[in-house]
């Protein structure tokens, strides 16, 4: 077992954590991050499988993330663009099958003019709520009460338009049924991207990827870290008291080290915060909002092939369908590689329901769905595998925590709040960059530096302390 004497401990090895620590060790201060899992990067996660490299976790890059860009450059790692060239398909809710171009979905001028219309509405209020404090607005109360899916029914009756528009939300980010989130929280989502507009136009929300797999960010900022990092290390215990100068005494008990501190940065998300035990407990309040607090559940399907062969056809590998079990594909051919690989997401329920079948009818279901889009060669890829984060015990779903119905409005205002020593930062308590890669480097380095801040006002207060 490690004893290590340190100013922060921090409780995940995460872009989040990572981030945090990094900053914290520039600034002076000594740090030690405990990991659970065998590898650092958490909800990023790129390796080979049967030869293949693949992004298993978060991998596209927007162009409103300029906080991970600025990090991507300063660790000196490159992007790439998606390939997007060609046709994209769409499957309407009639079961047609049409191909397009451009970012609207071919569908018929009335239900194009709803999805315009409630595109226009969403928009004006993001850019009204904002992603910082949606709770705080004067109609967060109304939106966070309604489900998504019935607030777009509110608002339109044209049930296709409805469909579309709750995908890029629903299966396509929160990963929960739409009756399963409220309207508020469609809204933060859209926010923190800029716009409802840029969620739906997967040129800018999926426009790069990092080479070589993003998981590097966490993978270079822990080889900075060295022996700071501690592997195979879940943190179980956290004991904390104060020290009777204005700050506190921490123990940090994991697998492999138990560390002594002043703050702790708990860098997981939120559905997980339960996992370790608090020494007093944690105040009424947090113990109420984290469990109100979920990961959505989406697999991720990848298949390689020989070679792109959909490009043949002058065919992007984009598809669409509301109504499809794997509801968006895309070409996710790595930089470089002759093989085509395609990427598909199967959201929520469609993902129980294809938990439900055995492995095999599971490939059979999910590539028939591929091929209804591109047709019969999708049946056959030289590597399949499909990521199952709600099976890891250390995340438990995919992409990321929201909250349940009522709760944003409810609970929102003191996610950020410190309990005495420990501070909260993940993707999942960002506003710019919510649920993404550039929202838990924001939040690794603003809990930072509130931790810096901190940090200097005691030190500032220790000689009129020793003085009395
Ligand atoms: C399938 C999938 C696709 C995604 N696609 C994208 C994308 O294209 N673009 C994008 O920007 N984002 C994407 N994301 C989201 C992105 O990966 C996450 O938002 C990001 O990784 C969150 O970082 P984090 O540091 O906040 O948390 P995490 O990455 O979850 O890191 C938390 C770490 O804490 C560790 N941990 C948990 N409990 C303990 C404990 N008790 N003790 C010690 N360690 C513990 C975990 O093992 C983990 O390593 C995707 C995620 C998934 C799962």
């Known amino acids: 077992m490690l004893n290590l004497d340190r100013d922060v401990v921090i409780v995940g090895a995460g872009p989040s ?32 499988i049967d030869g293949a490299m693949l992004e298993i976790g978060g991998q596209w890059v927007s162009p409103d993330q300029t906080v991970l860009m600025e990090l991507l450059d300063e660790l000196g790692l490159e992007m790439y663009s998606r390939y997007r060239e060609g046709e994209s398909i769409y499957l309407g809710a009639d079961g047609k099958l049409s191909r397009y ?22 928009d004006e209020l993001a850019a009204e709520i904002g992603a910082e404090e949606p709770w705080a607005h004067s109609k967060s109360r109304d939106l966070d009460t309604i489900s998504f899916h019935h607030w777009l029914r509110q608002n339109s009756s044209n049930e296709e338009a409805c469909n579309n528009i709750g995908l890029f939300i629903a299966g396509g980010m929160l990963t929960k049924p739409a ?55 879940p943190v179980r ?4 008291t104060e020290d009777g100068q204005g700050g506190y005494r921490v123990i940090a008990e994991s697998d492999r080290a138990v560390v002594n501190a002043r703050f702790v940065i708990m860098a997981v998300p939120p559905n997980l915060y339960s996992r370790v035990s608090f020494n007093p407990p944690l105040p009424r309040r947090q ?12 697999i991720k399907v990848h298949a390689v092939y020989e070679t792109p062969f959909w490009r043949d056809n002058g065919l992007s590998g984009t598809c669409f369908g509301a109504d499809s079990i794997v509801q968006e594909v895309y070409d996710n051919t790595n930089h470089g590689d002759s093989r085509g690989t395609l990427v598909g997401f199967v959201s929520d329920e469609k993902a129980d329901a294809m938990f439900e079948l055995s492995e095999e009818e599971r490939k059979e279901a999910i590539l028939g769905a591929i091929a209804e889009y591109l047709g019969e060669e999708a049946k056959n890829p030289s590597v399949f595998y499909l990521s199952d984060w709600g099976s890891e015990e250390w995340t438990r779903g995919a992409y990321a925590a929201s909250y349940d119905l009522g709760g944003l409005s409810r609970y929102g205002k003191s996610q950020h709040d410190a309990v005495g020593p420990i501070y909260w930062s993940s993707s999942d308590l960002a506003a710019e960059g919510y649920q993404h890669v550039d929202g838990a480097v924001r939040m690794g380095q603003k809990t930072a530096d509130r931790i810096i801040a901190a940090n200097q006002e005691l030190r500032q207060a220790e000689p009129a302390l020793s003085q009395a």
């Open 179 to 233: 009756h399963a989130f409220s309207a508020l929280q469609a809204i933060l989502m859209a926010a923190s991207a800029g716009s409802f507009t840029n969620l739906t136009d997967e040129d800018f929300i999926l426009d790069k990827r990092v080479i070589g797999g993003m998981q590097q960010v966490s993978l270079l900022q822990a080889a900075e870290l060295g022996e700071d990092v501690i592997l195979d290390s």
């Open 101 to 122: 171009t451009g970012a609207s979905f071919p569908v018929g001028p009335e239900t194009a003019a709803e999805m315009d219309r409630l595109t226009a509405i969403m």
């Open 237 to 240: 215990t956290i004991n904390y």
């Open 17 to 48: 954590g990572l981030t945090a620590a990094r900053r914290l060790k520039k600034a002076g201060l000594s740090v030690a991050v405990l990991e659970a899992r065998d590898r650092v990067g958490g909800r990023t996660w790129t390796d080979t």
């Open 287 to 298: 113990h109420q909002m984290h469990q109100h607090q979920s990961l959505g559940l989406v």
